[in-house]
């Protein structure tokens, strides 16, 4: 998987054995992990220099800030989810921590299926704020698409693939099953082609056929009957022409 679907996390934990075996986990999960922050300053400082999609972060740590005052310096900066790693839970800290609106807690130790939860948790309460966008569910009741400004979020076994919408070229219906194609891979999603339009609802995401909607800025050249979006030649039906056209500026 290119890195830049990979999902960008930043660890913050001063306990080098614990920072180690964590940042290992989330790499064999799939994630990147952008670097590993002991003090809450040079969280701070990786935090803008690294893409970073959501942060793992010791409520007790060294330094000048604990973990609490170093995710409030970060969101000052910008908005991410947060998962709060402790093994305090006296109430003081805990209304502490809630102020920073955490997405999720995970328990000292961690256990790898909490880990896979509280992450699944973080993404889903981050749409929850930004703001909400609807999401569809799988057989099992768990969300397959979501989507955070102008990524989309897709739950691939254990984790989230971060997919830019930029990149989409294309998606194909299959019955009730609709295909992503991007320049650089294909992605396949138990949902139907309607259900993924309604949810994106981006302007320039335009329905050609029933099976196909198109980036309209990926068109190279068409026809009346066909779309050419690099190698693939896809049907322009009659009844989507006219919405087609209007993508347009006729001068």
């Known amino acids: 998987m290119k890195t830049a679907e990979r999902m960008h996390i930043l660890v913050v934990e001063d306990e080098p054995i614990l920072a180690m075996d964590l940042s290992d986990s989330l790499e064999e999960e799939g994630y990147c992990v952008v670097g590993v922050a002991t003090n809450g300053h040079k969280a701070l400082d990786l935090f803008r220099s690294q893409p970073v999609d959501l942060v793992l972060c010791d409520v007790m740590i060294k330094g000048d800030w604990d973990g609490i005052e170093t995710i409030r310096q970060l969101m000052a900066e910008r908005p991410v989810p947060v998962i709060y790693l402790t093994a305090l839970t006296d109430t003081d800290t805990l209304e502490r921590a809630k102020q920073t609106y955490p997405a999720a807690y995970l328990n000292k130790p961690y256990q790898l299926p909490s880990l896979r939860t509280a992450i699944e948790l973080a993404i889903h309460n981050a749409t929850m704020r ?101 190698p693939q030649l896809l049907p322009l039906s009659r009844s989507c022409k006219d919405d087609f056209m209007r993508q347009f500026l006729y001068r």
């Open 130 to 230: 930004t703001p909400p966008t609807p999401t569809e569910r799988d057989g099992n009741g768990r969300e397959t698409l979501l989507q955070i400004n102008n990524y989309l979020y897709i739950k691939q076994n254990y984790q989230f693939i971060r997919i830019n919408l930029n990149d989409l070229l294309y998606l194909e219906a299959d019955n009730t099953y609709t295909k992503l194609v991007t320049s650089g891979r294909k992605y396949m999603l138990r949902l139907t082609l309607s259900s993924i339009l309604e949810r994106i609802s981006q302007p320039w995401l335009v329905r050609i056929h029933r099976s196909y909607a198109i980036n309209i800025n990926s068109v190279e050249s068409f026809n009346d009957v066909e779309v050419s979006i690099g």
